[in-house]
């Protein structure tokens, strides 16, 4: 299957859309913002451990590259934590292994093929406001209430 040489393959999506430090109110407009592939890289390496090689592998891309993302996304993470700034987790050239919904009632998640529908009701709950995270997540939707 043909698929573009650019997007960077998604194993998971965040539990969260960002973070805001204590004492101040959230201010998305100075916040960094910080890709969907930079989340995956310090996931991978910092949390999981794993040496780059691997993540290249897991990410479809190249060692350099994932060394560039890595780089990238720690400057985020210490400019925010420097500098007493908000984040966000979104966008990115990604591709999803799955699709990604969750109910905004119970916050109960599910993940399907990506060649399925969305589901019309939680099945852990029955309310039927249920929200893609890849919208939220890659394509930026703030409006949910992971957005505010
Ligand atoms: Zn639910
Ligand atoms: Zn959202």
Request: charged letters at 30%.
């Amino acid at each position: 299957m043909a698929r573009a040489k650019t997007l960077r393959t998604l194993h998971d999506m965040p539990v969260v859309k960002g973070f805001r430090p204590l004492s101040m109110r959230a201010n998305y407009r100075q916040a960094v913002i910080l890709k969907l592939e930079e989340y995956e890289v310090l996931r991978l390496i910092d949390y999981e451990q794993k040496i780059h090689e691997e993540v290249a592998e897991m990410m479809d891309v190249s060692r350099p590259t994932v060394t560039r993302i890595y780089n990238s996304a720690r400057s985020k993470i210490s400019t925010a934590l420097v500098e007493g700034r908000s984040f966000l987790i979104e966008g990115g050239d990604v591709r999803m292994v799955r699709h990604y919904y969750q109910c905004e009632d119970c916050l109960h998640r599910v993940n399907l093929p990506v060649d399925e529908e969305k589901p019309l009701v939680c099945i852990a709950c029955g309310s039927t406001k249920i929200i893609s995270l890849s919208d939220c997540f890659v394509r930026g939707c703030r409006h949910c209430r992971r957005c505010r």
